[in-house]
């Protein structure tokens, strides 16, 4: 006969089981709010879908592009993509300023801002309205120098990118500054801009700016970018050494090309009184063959020639002086330069005199002027306290 189960075990074992049966089924309620909590996750999902897929398809591309760079090119026979056809271009209006040292403003030749501008590919011209109805984001960077050493003249956006030059590690950013500018108009200003290390790293010792619009921030026609020549950039300590151009009448003389601050030429030209641009202008205009002299045989033709047309880009000014001597009288600019002759009413250039023995006359002059410096009247075009034109002044 089989034994009989407790009944005590069976009515436990019994309630557990309804226990559960209860608990596995959910009221009306908690069902109706589990679906709701999913259709909002679904669409929250739906909203986000769009962000994830361009995150994930921007760090795709990042990851690409940075693994083509870092590849090698092992290919024997290389294949060069071609240009990308393009209308238009930027290009800087003007020549870089130079020497450019670390840490000062980057200007055009003439010490004005750098400008873009944004013209057509062939006539240089600027482009029809339509290209720049909107603003354009254009970014500046830094290139390799040799980045187009030989004869080509297009690029594709790919090889330029791929000269650009980031900072050395644990360096600041290579260029700061206006590096985003907005071109309106066809034409954008970069006010401050510099360079916070010198070039000699690179492996052409030299950098070229670039100017590119800004990745993504255009959809249009191919804009191909601007870039400058190449150039050195000298560290900030050279610059108190740096020569002016054009030098200024009050500029030390050894801003002046092949004159070293503290070198042969300069303390020669110290040990003459010659101090500045203006003192030196002065006596090449007299006497040039006395200040070749004083340089001495050191000052080779080569030098002398960059040295003189260095130092005749020297703005001289409007002031004019005169000297008086028992002919003529004689008015000069303010590097002791002959302007005008003037003999009673009459007036006359150097040129205007025929006989050598008055040509020799006013160089005697001019000599006696130089020497006397300190003591001549000096004017603005016009004689002190009067109306009277060059013409009209008499001895």
């Known amino acids: ?108 030749f003439d010490n004005t801002p750098l400008q873009i501008l944004l013209v057509a590919t062939n006539t240089l011209e600027a482009p029809p309205s339509s290209i720049h109805l909107h603003p354009l984001r254009v970014e500046l960077v830094a290139l390799q120098g040799d980045f187009l050493a030989g004869d080509q003249e297009d690029w594709t956006s790919d090889e330029f990118n791929g000269w650009i030059v980031k900072e050395r590690t644990g360096k600041r950013p290579l260029l700061i500054g206006d590096v985003t500018v907005m071109l309106r108009d066809g034409a954008a200003l970069v006010s401050e801009l510099y360079f916070t290390d010198n070039s000699s790293w690179g492996k052409s010792g030299m950098f070229k700016i670039g100017a590119r619009v800004v990745p993504g921030s255009y959809r249009g026609p191919r804009i191909r970018e601007a870039m400058t020549e190449p150039f050195r950039v000298k560290d900030h300590r050279g610059e108190s050494y740096k020569k002016h151009y054009p030098p200024a009448l009050e500029d030390e003389v050894w801003r002046l090309e092949k004159i070293a601050k503290d070198g042969k030429f300069h303390k020669k030209l110290a040990d003459a009184n010659i101090n500045t641009v203006q003192d030196f202008l002065k006596l090449w205009f007299v006497d040039p063959q006395s200040l070749r002299q004083i340089l001495g045989q050191g000052m080779s033709d080569r030098k002398w020639e960059a040295t003189t047309n260095h130092a005749n880009t020297c703005v001289v000014g409007d002031k004019l002086y005169v000297h008086h001597g028992r002919r003529y009288s004689l008015v000069l600019n303010s590097v002791c330069q002959v302007v005008s002759i003037i003999d009673g009413a009459n007036r006359y250039t150097l040129q205007d005199l025929v006989n050598r023995a008055d040509r020799d006359h006013v160089h005697q002059l001019a000599r006696e002027a130089y020497k006397n410096w300190g003591n001549l009247e000096e004017f603005h075009r016009l004689l002190p306290n009067t109306n009277l034109p060059l013409h009209q002044i008499s001895t």
């Not at 069902?31 to 897929?53: C, G, N, T, Y």
Request: aromatic share 6%.
């Open 1 to 108: 006969m089989a034994a009989k189960r407790p009944r005590g075990d069976s009515d436990e074992n019994s309630d557990r089981v309804d226990d559960k049966r209860i608990k596995r089924q959910p009221s009306f309620a908690t069902v109706i709010d589990e679906a709701m909590m999913v259709s909002k996750l679904q669409s929250i999902l739906l909203s986000l879908e769009p962000l994830f897929r361009k995150v994930v398809q921007e760090e795709v591309e990042r990851i690409l592009l940075h693994s083509t760079y870092l590849r090698p090119q092992r290919s024997l026979q290389p294949q060069v993509e071609p240009a990308e056809p393009s209308s238009f271009k930027l290009t800087f209006q003007k020549p870089l300023s130079q020497p450019i040292f670390t840490g000062t403003k980057i200007e055009s």
